[in-house]
C-alpha cells in the first residue's frame, strides 16, 4: 500500500505571474492535485478535498526553477485521510522547502457518498507522532 507520491513540476511561463515568481495560488493547486493523487494511491478510490489546514510559504519560486511536491498520507479516519504535502526546490543539491500544508481528503463513489478506507499502519515511532499531529491539526479544523 503506498502512502506517498513525489510530482515534479518545470515552472513554467505559463505558471509564472509578470514578476517572473510562482504564486501561491498556484502552488496550492499543485499541492491539492498532489495530495489527491497521493489519497487516490493510498485508497485506490475517488477522492475530494474536505479541508486544507495551515500551508506555509518560507521561500518564494522562480520561474525554470524545477519543484517536487511529495504529499504524505499520515493519517486514516473512517474515511478521510489526513495528508502531509511539501514543495521542494533543489539548491546545490539540497532540497529546500519552499511550501508545505496539510490536507483531508475523503473517500467517494460515483455518487459523492463517503467510502470506507483502510486503516493506516503506523510502524514507527515518527509515523505515530504524525497521526497524532493529523489528529491535532483535523480538529482544529473543525473548530473554525
Known amino acids: 500500500m503506498n502512502r506517498s507520491i513525489t510530482v515534479p513540476m518545470l515552472v513554467s511561463p505559463a505558471l509564472a505571474n509578470k514578476?517572473?515568481?510562482?504564486?501561491?495560488?498556484?502552488?496550492?493547486?499543485?499541492?491539492?492535485?498532489?495530495?489527491?493523487m497521493?489519497?487516490?494511491?493510498?485508497c485506490k478510490k475517488r477522492v475530494v478535498t474536505a479541508m486544507v489546514g495551515p500551508v506555509s510559504f518560507p521561500k518564494s519560486v522562480s520561474?525554470?526553477?524545477?519543484?517536487?511536491?511529495?504529499a504524505d498520507v499520515i493519517y486514516?479516519?473512517?474515511?478521510?485521510?489526513g495528508i502531509q504535502v511539501r514543495l521542494e526546490i533543489e539548491k546545490d543539491d539540497s532540497p529546500i522547502v519552499v511550501a508545505q500544508g496539510f490536507w483531508v481528503m475523503v473517500a467517494v463513489d460515483a455518487d459523492g457518498h463517503p467510502q470506507t478506507v483502510e486503516s493506516l499502519?503506523?510502524?514507527?515511532?515518527?509515523?505515530?507522532?504524525?497521526?497524532?499531529?493529523?489528529?491535532t491539526i483535523i480538529k482544529t479544523l473543525r473548530g473554525i
Request: hydrophobic share 40%; with cysteine.
Open 63 to 70: 520561474l525554470g526553477e524545477l519543484v517536487y511536491c511529495t
Open 19 to 36: 514578476a517572473g515568481i510562482f504564486p501561491g495560488s498556484e502552488i496550492l493547486k499543485f499541492m491539492g492535485v498532489t495530495a489527491g
Open 38 to 42: 497521493a489519497g487516490f494511491r493510498y
Open 121 to 135: 499502519p503506523l510502524e514507527n515511532e515518527e509515523q505515530k507522532w504524525l497521526s497524532v499531529k493529523a489528529i
Open 76 to 81: 486514516t479516519g473512517t474515511t478521510s485521510m
